[in-house]
């Protein structure tokens, strides 16, 4: 009996970003993830300031982080994964992230329906438990699937 395919998280939450040019031009990073969860980060660099004088990063680098994972959370809430489109989008910025260390985030879709999936998020430094910033947020899901079927290629 053959071993069931694993499916990578890893791998098509890199793809996922790849194909969305801001995650790009930011330089998203998926670290880990699995079935309804996501880990990424965002390396610190110069042209990612938001504010010279202190060296802390722009906030829509870390809003940007934050809704780029939750979503890639809520399309590996389902496999085949399908498309989703943000509903609603609430960040708590609880402290300036520190200048200097990449910023990690944290996406876990705790609840999906029929038709939205739901997320909680984590963005921090270097300690979960210190977190730069928390959100809630849900995803309209669009039963559109990612990952095309292998064609025949006999």
Not at 65 to 92: H, K, N
Request: with cysteine; hydrophobic share 40%.
């Amino acid at each position: 009996m053959a071993e069931p395919v694993q499916f990578d998280y890893r791998r098509a939450g890199q793809r996922f970003f790849s194909r969305i040019p801001h995650s790009v031009a930011l330089g998203l990073d998926v670290v880990d993830g699995g079935d309804g969860w996501l880990l990424s980060r965002v390396r610190y660099r110069d042209d990612l300031i938001g504010n010279p004088a202190t060296g802390h990063l722009h906030s829509g680098v870390l809003t940007t982080l934050i809704d780029q994972t939750s979503g890639a959370a809520a399309v590996f809430s389902s496999l085949p994964p399908e498309g989703v489109a943000t509903l609603d989008l609430r960040i708590d910025h609880l402290r300036v992230a520190e200048a200097g260390v990449p910023i990690h985030a944290f996406a876990e879709c705790h609840r999906v329906t029929r038709h939205i999936c739901f997320v909680r998020c984590v963005a921090y430094a270097t300690d979960r438990e210190r977190p730069v910033a928390t959100s809630v947020s849900s995803f309209m899901r669009t039963g559109k699937p990612l990952i095309r079927p292998e064609r025949n290629r006999e």
